[in-house]
């Protein structure tokens, strides 16, 4: 079944959610945010289903927020905070195990979203990326607690100097828990699920000691709430995604420049 840019399947009783407009790296609007978080919720229960399963279709896990639908307002930037946010909750209120299977790169918002997962496979084309800092963005779904949770003091350079982390580092420090080929990616993570899940009663229980705790997490979301409402008021957020704009588009045309001078000589 698809919906919108968000296909849904069942495999082997686990359901598998791909995240699917790879024209456009399968950026996140805030109504796939929404149905995301909405289908989590779904099965989520486990009473459909042993396990969700999170993937993305193509070359990339998700690029993260669509830039090209940016907030102009405060109240715009609250909605699409919270609807990150809520991707995180309905992970963590699941009661069933929920797995990243990182088909490519995982930027921003969505590398964010794999944090909260039970566990992280990627193929050797995984990468991470969070360039938040460099754009006047601010990070969300509660990553301020869960990736230091994951990797220690590794998170201050991932975040701060918004460094890309391939796929060999990432299994190195955390990020990712094992690696397979691509081809067998969405298997590996249906297989994995379902040895975990041996016992719906037990492995419910389980999660809900291993996983952090809610009041941890919406004391994570208020403090980035506020980081981003500095940020928009101080008008870096603002500056930072036209500098984003700027140096994308200067970077699109410099080879047709660079043309149209050789077509002179």
Not at 227 to 247: H, I, K, L, M
Request: with cysteine; net charge negative.
């Amino acid at each position: 079944m698809t919906d919108n840019y968000l296909d849904t399947r069942i495999d082997d009783d686990v359901a598998v959610l791909t995240l699917n407009r790879p024209a456009k790296l399968n950026v996140l609007d805030v109504a796939t945010r929404v149905r995301l978080a909405q289908t989590i919720r779904h099965f989520g229960t486990g009473d459909l289903v042993r396990g969700i399963v999170l993937t993305g279709t193509g070359r990339a896990f998700s690029a993260g927020e669509d830039l090209r639908s940016v907030p102009s307002t405060y109240d715009e930037i609250r909605e699409a905070v919270t609807t990150f946010h809520d991707i995180t909750r309905a992970i963590l209120e699941t009661t069933i195990p929920v797995i990243a299977a990182v088909n490519g790169i995982a930027v921003g918002g969505a590398s964010e979203i794999t944090l909260c997962c039970d566990a992280r496979i990627g193929t050797p084309a995984a990468e991470y990326f969070q360039p938040e800092n460099h754009r006047g963005i601010i990070i969300s779904n509660a990553s301020s607690v869960l990736l230091g949770r994951l990797v220690g003091n590794h998170a201050m350079r991932i975040v701060l100097g918004s460094e890309r982390i391939e796929a060999d580092e990432a299994l190195r420090i955390g990020l990712l828990d094992e690696i397979v080929a691509a081809e067998s990616l969405v298997a590996r993570a249906v297989d994995t699920v379902r040895r975990w899940n041996s016992d719906p009663r037990t492995t419910a229980l389980h999660l809900g000691l291993l996983r952090p705790r809610a009041d941890e997490i919406e004391a994570a979301f208020a403090r980035e709430d506020d980081a981003a409402r500095q940020a928009w008021e101080s008008g870096v957020f603002s500056e930072g995604v036209a500098g984003f704009w700027t140096s994308k588009n200067a970077a699109s045309s410099a080879p047709a420049q660079s043309n149209r001078d050789r077509s002179r000589s």
